[in-house]
């Protein structure tokens, strides 16, 4: 792992610790779901573990490449803002139901046998560094460099849940981000073919193939938001705030001030 370039430890070690702990809580006291609990936490941190490994490949010909490691950096940035963060932000990684297909899909996009996405990024990165392409460079900073204004970083806009502090879990809409994120992957991925490969890298068959993969991503998260936002039409984007403005309501100024004596 080239852990002082991304630091995944210690993206590991706060979501272990929190996967752990609730293991062990369920376990304590008697939780019906306990085993349930221990089996997919660790499947989760398992294949956690393994997608960092997916990102940790071909640093050693490509780290050195400006133009290369500027659209890889690019690339891995959009699932860090737009994926890990708000699964930690939202503690989704807690949620049973939400870690059980999130783990199968994947496995479907990530870990399939017969197609990686990740393993295809950086084997075209690997192609185009042995070429010595200069295919420009991608600022992760700006919001220019794809469509729509879209950036990395921007990708915490795509809910209010920072504004309005929905750090309680499940009120962070992780499924927003994920519609939006394969959205922009695959845009991505159709910039870097024709960057990277042409006008005939673009209109390859297996081109379109592999958007429509990711995209089937994205259409798959917009449904699940439908889901989500209706069962949560109801629910307050934080309880301690709420719980303020309820208690706030039944304030009164004190006009008389009382001498500091009494």
């Not at 006291?29 to 990102?55: H, T």
């Not at 870990?111 to 996405?117: A, D, Q, R, S």
């Not at 429509?212 to 991503?217: A, E, P, S």
């Amino acid at each position: 792992m080239f852990d002082p370039f991304y630091s995944p430890g210690l993206v590991l070690t706060c979501v272990g610790i929190e996967s752990f702990t609730a293991a062990i809580k369920a376990k304590l006291a008697g939780e019906a779901d306990a085993k349930q609990k221990q089996r997919l936490y660790n499947k989760f941190l398992v294949q956690y573990q393994s997608r960092y490994s997916r990102i940790y490949q071909k640093h050693e010909t490509q780290l050195g490449h400006a133009s290369i490691m500027s659209w890889r950096i690019y690339m891995e940035n959009m699932f860090w803002f737009g994926v890990i963060i708000p699964m930690y932000l939202g503690k989704w990684f807690l949620n049973l139901q939400f870690i059980e297909v999130f783990t199968k899909s994947a496995d479907y996009l990530f870990f399939n046998e017969k197609y990686n996405l990740f393993d295809d990024f950086y084997q075209q990165f690997e192609t185009l560094v042995k070429r010595d392409a200069n295919i420009g460079l991608m600022d992760y900073t700006r919001a220019d460099q794809l469509i729509f204004d879209f950036g990395p970083q921007k990708s915490l806009s795509f809910d209010n849940g920072l504004y309005n502090t929905r750090f309680e879990p499940g009120r962070f809409n992780i499924f927003a981000m994920l519609k939006l994120t394969y959205f922009y992957v695959a845009a991505y991925y159709l910039k870097l073919r024709y960057k990277g490969f042409g006008i005939l890298g673009l209109l390859s068959p297996l081109t379109f193939i592999r958007v429509g993969r990711i995209l089937k991503r994205s259409i798959t998260n917009a449904i699940a938001e439908q889901i989500f936002l209706f069962k949560t039409r109801k629910v307050s984007n934080n309880s301690t705030i709420e719980k303020m403005r309820t208690e706030f309501e039944s304030y009164r100024y004190q006009s008389k001030i009382q001498p500091w004596t009494e």
